[in-house]
């Protein structure tokens, strides 16, 4: 083998070589930078998130807080109409006492 074909084979090993870790050094880079891209993006979607639970969070509490106070008003309304029922069965029953 003469010093050209020794030159020519190393000159291609060497370039093959150095484009290997050219190329793994580059991609490495983009793995990073679509990482840091990716992170930023579900950092942002958990903050939307969070901020979306507690607005509905919040509406939901006001939701119970009127249905509360429906319950309420139909207890009272429930209640009244109870004593009603009850004091007209006792009218009636005092009636049939004195008639019967």
Known sequence: ?????????????????LAVPTGVLLNN???NDVK??????VAAGDAELRLQIERNRA?????VAD?????EKNHSEMLL???D???RLTRIENERRIVG
């Open 29 to 31: 880079t983009r793995l």
């Open 81 to 83: 109409k109870l004593v």
């Open 36 to 41: 840091e891209v990716l992170a930023a993006k």
């Open 59 to 63: 509406e939901l509490s006001a939701s």
């Open 67 to 71: 249905l509360r106070v429906l319950i």
């Open 1 to 17: 083998m003469t010093n050209l074909q020794i030159l020519t084979i190393v000159i291609a090993l060497g370039t093959s070589f």
């Open 85 to 87: 029922m009850d004091n």
